[in-house]
């Protein structure tokens, strides 16, 4: 089984920076993708950040130019550097693991973590 385990979240002033990591653990050959989602409280669950295993990354738009995204292929770690916080950032985020291949030629399942709180408040 692969687990994705969660760690970095807590509460921050605005203006604020938090750093949030996510570690793959169990038999795994290659992971395509991994990412950082975040749920607020009635919304729906989007896209923070994401990162290919050749480096390839894609942000959602309300963070761009605030967080960044990183990843150590073999460690099958990533990372979420958020900075310049703002209460609309406040949510649960879930880190997300896409296409993880457990041998070479088998097919690809997606993971996701337990989820970690992130607070913005002053």
């Known amino acids: 089984q692969v687990q994705l385990v969660e760690s970095g979240g807590g509460l921050v002033q605005p203006g604020g920076s938090l750093r949030l990591s996510c570690a793959a653990s169990?038999?795994?050959?290659?992971?395509?993708?991994m990412g950082w989602y975040r749920q607020g409280p009635g919304k729906p669950r989007e896209l923070v950040a994401r990162i290919t295993s050749g480096g390839f990354t894609d942000y959602g738009d309300s963070v761009k130019g605030r967080f960044t995204i990183s990843r150590d292929n073999l460690k099958n770690t990533v990372y979420l550097e958020m900075n310049s916080l703002k209460p609309e950032d406040t949510a649960v985020y879930y880190c997300?693991?896409?296409?993880?291949?457990?041998?070479?030629?088998?097919?690809?399942?997606?993971?996701w973590g337990q989820g970690t709180q992130v607070t913005i408040s002053s």
């Open positions: 997300n693991a896409e296409k993880v291949k457990r041998e070479i030629g088998s097919a690809g399942y997606d993971y």
């Open positions: 169990g038999t795994i050959f290659d992971i395509y993708a």
